[in-house]
Every structure is written in structure tokens, then in C-alpha cells.
């Protein structure tokens, strides 16, 4: 996206530009120009004026001049076939009409319209501006007689004035702040959320965060500043800041895009600027967990021995949390799904959005692992509640790093309620091992790390005699039967575990122990 006003400056006197998008990825802006939008392949989300649509192959988007539009591609084999175009070449034909809608399900010859407005503009024969234009027009004729139509409602005062102000926010990301855009608006803060939600499909916050993100990415490929000097210019405040805000939003879903690892973030915490931590010169440090971690709960209200004459009071928007069943003596487990290196707690359970449901368990369950699903294939949910209701156990399989960043227990609570009874890794992060725990889930870790590359998704699990394996506190022998129809073989898994992390384990979870 170049601004968020586009202008388009046309190469030929008709005012007809075409081309093709692959896998489209953008932020809402506008532009006094047409757009014809067709999709070759794939699937895309596309948002217009206030009406959020996904369109598949052989379907079409028509966005009117100074409507607010952007769109994400869900499949990586996504194509559009896009014309921008003057308004004057079709304003006869729609006399003063507009399509009640702007999306177009039937088959009007979009395609081939494309393909010969996109030959005349690059042959450039006698000619070709008429040509272009007639095609234009003529398709627009079969649309308008085929497609429902409506008056053309004049526009507000508004709706202009919010075009002006997605022009200051790209000229005045760093700066500008919620309360300067309600005013800028004239508008009530309440009422301003609401209006900007409806009027570009996402909130404020995340419209300047995405603003943010699209410009430093921009000066990144340019390369002519260093990351410390494009986070300050684009208004992250601190590495961690712009850390968090960068993975997954720049348009590619998996990308890794994390800019500091957490050494590099020291290294710059003690050297005052961003640099390798090798050039400290200081070794990297080999770095053990304590055999006993230090506990001050002297704070901790020791709850009542007879906890049942205690009355719970919920809203009703807030359920009981689910309770886990005791864990079985032997598991019969499906590697459900297999993650990457510094899978955090973000990307198991993702906050934004979806914490509206965080007191829904069954509802905030849907999107556990969102960032890994794949368009047109299950989600991690449906395939985890599938394994669990055919009486089977979920298996996680995690690289190294598992569970870093924030204490979510959301992101113990919602596996657990999905059916997942183990988690294997190369190593688990402390809080979140003890999250699991304390919902009845088994953290493992791997003797031999080399064993998670001979594991794979869909990989049957079996576990016998784990019950009795945890509680004398032995290496764990599990089988693995890969999907492939390879050989089966055995894999040795280690728990570090105390006595009373068994214990709660083996109840199916805390909640379970009276």
C-alpha cells in the first residue's frame, strides 16, 4: 500500500490501470478511483465501506471512489486480478446508481475483461484507450442490469472527515494519540470507537499499531537506518514493544520476524544500543534451573479448610472453569500438532480480539494455536476435540523454549479443555510448565532432542504405565507409530517433577484436590 490515500498516476489518457496481486496483504486506506477486484485463485478476506466479506475463485469486489478498503489474503495461493479506473468512464452507464452491494458472486466475464484490458495496455495498438474504455463500460452494463442496485446517497460530513484523518494518522503514527483523533473527529470517544470499528473494520489501537508496523517495515527494506532508530521514528517506545508487535503482523502469518532475540535485548540493555552479543565480549552463559526455587507466599491469604461453605459469585457472563479428569494409567495419545522453536504463550493461546471470551472457555478454545492453522485444513481445535472425543489423549509436541513469554494460564486451561494430556518438548518454560500442571496436563521433556525430528503430526503416542512411571519418579518410555506406516520406535521422555506436582497431575489437576 502506498499511502492511505492512494493516487494513481496513469500512464495513458483512458485512466485505466491493471494488474495482479499474489497472496495481498494491506492496511485500510482509499483512492478517487474505481477498483475491480477478481479473484483468480485462493481465498481472501476483503473489507468495504462497513461490510467485512471473503471471496474465493471466480468471485468479485467493486469499490467505489473514497470508499475505505483493504484486504488479507487467507490462502497462500491467492491471485487477484485487479483494474483501477477513472469513475468517468462508467458514470454514464451507472447514472447516479450504485450496486447494493460490492460484492459480485456471478460470472459477468471478469476475467476475460481483465485479460483484455491488460494485453491493450501493454500492446499499446491503435486505439487501445477506446478499447479499453468500451470493455470497461461493457461489462459494467451487464453487471448493473444483472446486479441489485440502489440510490447514491450523499455522502457525510463524517465519513470525509475520516478519510482526513487515516491521512494524518500515516503522516503522524509516532505521535498522534487516541484523544487527538476523537477531537480531530468531533466525536465522543465512545462513539468514536464505535464509528472507526464499523467504518474500517478494526479498532483504533490496532489500525495505528498496523500503521507502525506497514512504515517500519518500509524503512527496514531500505536499510538506510539502524532497528533502534526505526523503532523510536515509528513510535515503539522499546525494543520489547516493538518485539511484540512485529511477529505476524507484517503480512506474512508465520514469519518470525521476532527483530531481538532475548540475548540481543540484553546485550543493547547493557551496551545502550542494539549490537550482537558476541562483540560484549563476555561468554555465553551455561545456564542450569536450581534444584529449589525460593517461595515467599507470606502474602497469600490461606483460604478456609472447609472451602464448600464458601459462596462463589460469578456474573453471568463468567463460567466455572472446566475440571480435568485424573490422569489415565497408560496414554493413548495423537500428536496433535508439532511447533517450532520459542512457541510463547502468545502463540498458543492469542490475546488481542479474543480475550473478549477469555471467561468462555469452550468459546475461547477455538482459536488455541490460531497462528499455525491453515487455511482449507482443520484447525488445531477441531482436529484436538476430534482426537478427544473418539476416547483417544492429545499429545503437544514442542521445540525448545516452549511456553516463553507471559504467565497465560489461558494457554494450560484451553489445551486441557481440548483434550490434551501431555506436552513433549525439548524444554519448557517454568511458569507455563507450572500452568500445566496445574491443569492436569503432563510436561515431558525430551532425553534425546534429536527424537523430535522423528516425530510427526498425526504420530500415534503410546505411553503404558505412565501413572506408575511419575510416581517413582523414573524415565519414561513411550512408543511412537508414525501415520506414515514407518516402523514403529521407542522414544525415553524425563518429568521435572516435584511430589507435589505428581500428585496434582495424577488428580487430573489442582482444582480436582479437596
Known amino acids: 500500500m502506498k499511502a492511505k490515500r492512494e493516487i494513481w498516476n496513469y500512464h495513458n489518457k483512458s485512466g485505466v490501470w491493471a494488474g495482479k496481486y499474489r497472496n495481498s496483504h494491506n492496511l485500510p486506506h482509499w483512492h478517487t478511483d474505481c477498483e475491480l477486484l477478481y479473484v483468480n485463485s485462493g481465498t481472501i478476506d476483503i473489507f468495504c465501506g462497513d461490510l467485512a466479506m471473503t471471496l474465493k475463485q471466480g468471485q468479485a469486489c467493486f469499490v467505489e471512489p473514497e470508499t475505505i478498503h483493504y484486504m488479507h489474503a487467507k490462502s497462500t495461493d491467492t491471485v487477484l486480478s485487479v483494474i483501477i479506473f477513472s469513475y468517468g468512464i462508467i458514470e454514464g452507464v451507472m447514472g447516479g446508481k450504485v450496486l447494493s452491494s460490492p460484492r459480485i458472486d456471478r460470472d459477468h466475464g471478469i476475467g476475460s475483461v481483465y485479460n483484455l484490458v491488460k494485453a491493450e495496455l501493454v500492446g499499446r495498438q491503435i486505439c487501445f484507450e477506446q478499447m479499453v ?38 503522516d503522524e503514527y509516532a505521535d498522534i494519540t487516541f484523544d487527538e483523533a476523537c477531537r480531530f473527529m468531533a466525536l465522543e470517544p465512545a462513539y468514536f470507537s464505535r464509528y472507526f470499528r464499523r467504518n474500517t473494520g478494526m479498532s483504533f489501537s490496532r489500525y495505528l499499531t498496523f500503521t507502525k508496523v506497514d512504515n517500519a517495515v518500509r524503512l527496514l527494506q531500505k536499510g538506510e537506518l539502524s532497528v533502534t532508530e526505526i523503532a523510536l521514528f515509528c513510535g515503539f517506545d522499546s525494543i520489547r514493544t516493538f518485539n511484540r508487535n512485529f511477529p505476524g503482523r507484517t503480512g506474512t502469518k508465520g514469519d518470525e520476524s521476532y527483530l531481538v532475540s532475548p540475548e540481543t535485548a540484553c546485550a543493547a540493555a547493557l551496551a545502550g544500543v542494539i549490537l550482537p552479543p558476541a562483540k560484549l565480549g563476555i561468554p555465553y552463559p551455561e545456564i542450569e ?41 497408560s496414554i493413548d495419545g495423537i500428536a496433535v500438532i508439532k511447533t517450532p522453536d520459542k512457541t510463547s504463550t502468545d502463540d498458543i493461546m492469542p490475546a488481542g480480539i479474543h480475550l473478549k471470551h477469555r471467561s468462555n472457555i469452550p468459546e475461547y478454545a477455538k482459536v488455541v494455536f490460531e497462528r499455525f492453522n491453515e487455511p482449507g485444513k482443520e484447525t488445531f481445535a477441531q482436529r484436538a476435540a476430534k482426537v478427544r472425543d473418539e476416547g483417544k489423549h492429545g499429545v503437544i509436541i514442542g521445540r525448545d523454549s516452549y511456553g516463553q513469554g507471559s504467565s497465560r494460564e489461558h494457554a494450560a486451561i484451553c ?36 527424537d523430535y525430528d522423528r516425530i510427526a503430526e498425526g504420530d500415534s503416542i503410546q505411553i503404558p504405565q505412565i501413572r506408575e512411571a511419575l510416581t517413582a519418579g523414573s524415565q519414561i518410555c513411550a512408543t511412537v507409530i508414525p501415520r506414515s506406516g514407518a516402523a514403529p520406535f521407542e522414544i525415553k521422555l524425563n518429568a521435572h517433577l516435584t511430589e507435589e506436582d505428581v500428585n496434582i497431575i495424577l488428580a487430573g489437576g489442582r482444582l480436582n484436590l479437596k
Open 289 to 329: 534451573n536450581p534444584e529449589h526455587f525460593l517461595i515467599d507466599d507470606s502474602m497469600v491469604i490461606v483460604p478456609p479448610e472447609n472451602g464448600e461453605s464458601v459462596e462463589i459469585i460469578r456474573k453471568p457472563t463468567i463460567g466455572k472453569p472446566p475440571v480435568n479428569t485424573p490422569l489415565p494409567d
Open 415 to 450: 489445551p486441557m479443555y481440548l483434550g490434551i494430556k501431555v506436552l513433549i518438548a525439548m524444554a519448557i518454560e517454568r511458569i507455563h510448565a507450572a500452568n500445566l500442571v496445574n491443569f492436569g496436563i503432563v510436561p515431558l521433556t525430551f532425553a534425546d532432542k534429536s
Open 133 to 170: 474504455c468500451d470493455a470497461i463500460r461493457d461489462l459494467f452494463i451487464r453487471i448493473i442490469r444483472s446486479e441489485p442496485t440502489s440510490d447514491r446517497k450523499k455522502e457525510t460530513s463524517t465519513s470525509g472527515q475520516l478519510r482526513k484523518l487515516l491521512d494524518k494518522i500515516n
